[in-house]
């Protein structure tokens, strides 16, 4: 398996989940997702404990599911209720269930240890609440391409000329070098354009004419939260990096989801600080799209030859410097979560003669 499981995911919108069950995969786990009354969202294994029916092929009552092969029914807390034919419930007779929050309009489902689930670590951005700062939902993407991959080409902007060349990049940033950090669960990949003609992005929604400069700034949260910082500003005003404020700034984010090993599910965002009002983000979304269709384009394209036999491992060049940081991170969770059950190491109880 290729998935951390100790982890924040997005399940989907806000406004996707009501009354009615919805089945989701999330890191190769069938859930079943519904709303309570009261608007609680609840998340379970979705899977009767008898004959493993999906419940979410059963019935809503109330606040309850009722399986829709035997009717063994199922409060959100994941306990057994009723056993049709009989007056006891066996205690085996319960499903999982898993913590979910929601943030600005997005559902979150922890898929690990629920007892390690703290919803302080789901991502945020001081911007979200800011004054001058506007947010859009966009879409969800559905990607035939493994997650690993969707990701890596978010904290890849090396890849902007070639896959966007009339929308997010343009020729100027062919050969720009890209800076690479690290800092705790953040990749963070850069670079500056100085002193060039604007992107078609900024051509349209900066109303700039002359040479800007621009960034942008790949920030990929473990295991796959992306924020794209990136705007422009003119380059008679010698803009620091600190002071992307005064440009025309936009975060684009991706909230990349393992569905399985061959599917991905990119719920993506913007938040800008520059022209408001649904109609420009409409125009933003189209952009975004035409983009985002290249990437996915690309992704599936790469994911079908990864399925084929491999007489060669792909060779590594120097953009790919974040890639790799973070395909070696992420195995390096899978691997502490394989042996976390097996607790600390004890101290020798036996007798050393030595
Ligand atoms: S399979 Fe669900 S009650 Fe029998
Ligand atoms: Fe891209």
């Given at each position: 398996?290729?998935?951390?499981?100790?982890?924040?995911?997005?399940?989907?919108?806000?406004?996707?989940?009501g009354?009615?069950?919805?089945?989701?995969?999330?890191?190769?786990?069938?859930?079943?997702?519904?709303?309570?009354?009261?608007g609680?969202l609840?998340?379970?294994?979705?899977?009767?404990?008898?004959?493993?029916?999906?419940?979410?092929?059963?019935?809503?009552?109330?606040?309850?599911?009722?399986?829709?092969?035997?009717?063994?029914?199922?409060?959100?807390?994941?306990?057994?209720?009723?056993?049709?034919?009989?007056?006891?419930?066996?205690?085996?007779?319960?499903?999982?269930?898993?913590?979910?929050?929601?943030?600005?309009?997005?559902?979150?489902?922890?898929?690990?240890?629920?007892?390690?689930?703290?919803?302080?670590?789901?991502?945020?951005?001081?911007?979200?609440?800011?004054?001058?700062?506007?947010l859009?939902?966009?879409?969800?993407?559905?990607?035939?391409?493994h997650?690993?991959?969707?990701?890596?080409?978010?904290?890849?902007?090396?890849?902007?000329?070639?896959?966007?060349?009339?929308?997010?990049?343009?020729?100027?940033?062919?050969?720009?070098?890209?800076?690479?950090?690290?800092s705790?669960?953040?990749?963070?990949?850069?670079?500056w354009?100085?002193?060039?003609?604007?992107?078609?992005?900024?051509?349209?929604?900066?109303?700039?004419?002359?040479?800007?400069?621009?960034?942008?700034?790949?920030?990929?949260?473990?295991?796959?939260?992306?924020?794209i910082?990136?705007?422009?500003?003119?380059?008679?005003?010698?803009?620091s990096?600190?002071?992307?404020?005064?440009?025309?700034?936009?975060?684009?984010?991706?909230?990349?989801?393992?569905?399985?090993?061959?599917?991905?599910?990119?719920?993506?965002?913007?938040?800008?600080?520059?022209?408001?009002?649904?109609?420009?983000?409409?125009?933003?979304?189209?952009?975004?799209?035409?983009?985002?269709?290249?990437?996915?384009?690309?992704?599936?394209?790469?994911?079908?030859?990864?399925?084929?036999?491999?007489?060669?491992?792909?060779?590594?060049?120097?953009?790919?410097?974040?890639?790799?940081?973070?395909?070696?991170?992420?195995?390096?969770?899978?691997?502490?979560?394989?042996?976390?059950?097996?607790?600390?190491?004890?101290?020798?109880?036996?007798?050393?003669?030595?």
């Amino acid at each position: 398996m290729s998935f951390v499981r100790n982890a924040w995911y997005v399940a989907g919108w806000s406004k996707d989940f009501g009354t009615s069950l919805r089945a989701v995969e999330i890191t190769g786990q069938n859930l079943v997702l519904f709303r309570e009354t009261t608007g609680t969202l609840r998340a379970l294994e979705d899977r009767c404990p008898h004959r493993l029916l999906p419940l979410s092929k059963g019935k809503r009552i109330g606040d309850t599911i009722q399986c829709g092969y035997h009717g063994m029914t199922f409060d959100g807390t994941g306990q057994c209720v009723r056993v049709p034919g009989q007056q006891n419930t066996p205690q085996s007779a319960y499903v999982e269930t898993f913590p979910v929050e929601e943030r600005h309009g997005v559902v979150w489902i922890w898929m690990g240890t629920p007892a390690l689930a703290d919803p302080d670590d789901i991502f945020d951005l001081p911007q979200f609440s800011q004054p001058g700062w506007h947010l859009h939902h966009g879409d969800a993407l559905h990607i035939r391409s493994h997650y690993l991959n969707v990701a890596e080409n978010l904290v890849d902007p090396a890849h902007v000329s070639f896959v966007h060349p009339t929308t997010l990049g343009n020729a100027a940033s062919e050969n720009v070098p890209v800076h690479v950090s690290t800092s705790g669960a953040v990749i963070s990949a850069w670079r500056w354009i100085r002193d060039a003609p604007p992107i078609g992005f900024f051509q349209k929604f900066g109303g700039f004419d002359g040479n800007v400069d621009r960034w942008h700034y790949y920030d990929l949260h473990l295991p796959s939260t992306a924020v794209i910082d990136f705007g422009s500003i003119d380059t008679a005003l010698a803009c620091s990096e600190e002071d992307r404020n005064r440009g025309v700034r936009v975060f684009a984010l991706h909230f990349v989801t393992p569905v399985n090993e061959h599917h991905t599910i990119d719920h993506w965002m913007h938040l800008r600080n520059t022209e408001p009002g649904e109609e420009a983000a409409a125009q933003m979304d189209g952009m975004f799209r035409q983009a985002f269709a290249e990437d996915k384009e690309i992704l599936e394209a790469v994911h079908a030859n990864e399925q084929r036999p491999q007489r060669r491992r792909p060779i590594r060049i120097a953009i790919d410097k974040a890639p790799t940081v973070y395909r070696k991170r992420i195995r390096d969770l899978i691997a502490a979560e394989a042996t976390e059950d097996l607790g600390e190491a004890v101290a020798p109880s036996f007798i050393q003669h030595d």
